[in-house]
């Protein structure tokens, strides 16, 4: 029997690794001990030494996949929270997340055509900031893989969330609402994740960033793309 082709040990081992990684984050509040990075160092190297296939495991968890979309919108009672604190500043906040993201796909098509890349790297490329299902459709519709759109959106996602907060920090941005917005339009649901580990007011601004970025890109990708 190929212990990666069951649905119950392929579940068991996802969850236990974002456990642990969430265990060492929360006793050792290191940015690097992410709990969705520790998972995947984990259950790659389970399926690395088990000799396994990266497809079984993905067909054995499509339960968890599917389960993600229920989970977002657990995030509406963050928002509705902190609605007030939010609608103070509607306008700042739309056109932060409106030149973020389109700041981002410009960065992303640029620098991969700059550095040679083959086109389906810079199609993934423009996608990589807004949530996984959104960036799957807008890579079909642009004509990319849908291996290298979750890839990079993935990469993106965990990069914002290992590296936004100290960065952010760094130079200067400390303020809630204002790391929430950079973090929700850069990484997604991944970095969302993050903010919700800091306070309520910087998971809402994530969550909403993260809502709008995906709703712009989606709006004007498809129409821009073939002007880049």
């Known amino acids: 029997m190929n212990p990666f082709q069951v649905p119950a040990l392929m579940i068991g081992l996802t969850l236990g690794a974002y456990l642990l990684g969430q265990h060492l984050f929360l006793r050792y509040r290191k940015s690097w001990l992410n709990p969705v990075l520790v998972a995947i160092i984990l259950i790659a190297t389970v399926i690395r030494l088990g000799s396994g296939v990266v497809e079984d495991y993905l067909k054995s968890t499509q339960i968890l996949v599917f389960m993600l979309s229920p989970t977002v919108v657990c995030l509406a ?4 929270e902190q609605a007030a ?3 103070r500043r509607a306008f700042a906040i739309v056109a932060a997340v409106s030149c973020g993201g ?8 640029y620098l991969s055509r700059w550095l040679g890349l083959p086109e389906p790297f810079v199609q993934a490329m423009s996608t990589k900031a807004v949530t996984t299902p959104i960036a799957l459709e807008l890579s079909k519709s642009l ?10 959106v993935l990469m993106s996602g965990i990069m914002g969330a290992v590296w936004g907060l100290p960065f952010l920090r760094a130079v200067g941005i400390k303020d809630p ?7 929700g339009t850069v990484s997604h649901g991944i970095g969302t994740a993050r903010a919700q580990q800091e306070n309520d ?12 970025n995906g709703l712009f890109t989606a709006f004007y990708l498809p129409y ?4 880049l």
């Open 224 to 227: 821009l793309y073939f002007w």
């Open 85 to 87: 604190a939010l609608q």
């Open 102 to 109: 389109l700041t981002n796909v410009l960065a992303g098509v």
């Open 201 to 212: 007011l910087m998971a809402a601004a994530a969550a909403l960033a993260m809502a709008l």
């Open 177 to 183: 609402m204002e790391t929430g917005l950079a973090i």
């Open 143 to 152: 004509g990319g893989e849908a291996s290298l759109t979750v890839a990079f």
């Open 77 to 80: 009672l963050i928002l509705y």
